[in-house]
């Protein structure tokens, strides 16, 4: 197992090398300890929850032309080499496959304790003051304006929607982010969700404060 996994490390460092800051290696670093960490409490497979953790962004549909198959692939075709059990290798792919906030938009089909830990462990990251670190970082990528107060959050969207909105930076927020805390699995990202919830929500009241130059 360790060498799977020190295998596995140096692959999606050596990948991820060039990656947009938002998906690098370090937010995978993140979410493996974010999911280590609730495994603890969940009991799940620990393999299982390591490799999908680790190689779940290894090709992020948003960096490649919204192919939804490809980290998939690359992860299956690594796995493959490792020697790894086909049902284990499946596993993974499919958590990978079901895992973003995209995909829970269109019909789920796949299940397992494994995937609410590491989705949990995901979603985490994507909230607090990473997580807004993260959606400015991402904004700023894609040339997106910060905020515009005559275009209103879409707050009910389809999945094609999610994958093609341009909104302003501050309309994510109520797009995706602050959905999340009730989207949680587990009662380990529940209890951290909570906490960072309420840091955006501090943060949102700064931040139209200052827009308005009120402090």
Do not use: C
């Not at 999911?35 to 999908?52: F, M, P, R, S, W």
């Not at 969700?193 to 009120?214: I, S």
Request: proline residues 3%.
């Amino acid at each position: 197992m360790n060498s799977i996994l020190e295998n596995t490390i140096a692959f999606v460092k050596k990948t991820l090398a060039s990656a947009e800051a938002g998906h690098d290696w370090f937010h995978i670093e993140r979410v493996y300890k974010n999911a280590q960490h609730i495994n603890e409490t969940e009991k799940g497979d620990e393999l299982i929850v390591a490799l999908a953790a680790l190689l779940h962004d290894i090709a992020d549909p948003k960096f490649n032309q919204g192919d939804e198959e490809i980290g998939p692939k690359m992860a299956g075709d690594f796995l493959t080499e490792q020697a790894l059990d086909p049902e284990q290798i499946h596993h993974v792919q499919e958590i990978i496959r079901n895992l973003s906030y995209k995909a829970s938009l269109g019909t789920v089909t796949f299940h397992s304790k494994e995937l609410d830990i590491v989705q949990d462990a995901d979603r985490l990251d994507a909230i607090g003051a990473i997580g807004i670190a993260r959606a400015f970082t991402y904004g700023g990528y894609k040339n997106r304006v910060l905020y515009d107060p005559e275009i209103a959050p879409n707050l009910h969207m389809s999945k094609e929607e999610y994958k093609n909105a341009t909104t302003p930076t501050i309309n994510h927020f109520y797009e995706k982010l602050l959905k999340l805390k009730d989207l949680m699995k587990t009662s380990t990202g529940k209890e951290i969700a909570t906490q960072r919830h309420d840091f955006m929500l501090v943060y949102l009241d700064h931040f139209y404060k200052e827009w308005e130059g009120k402090i």
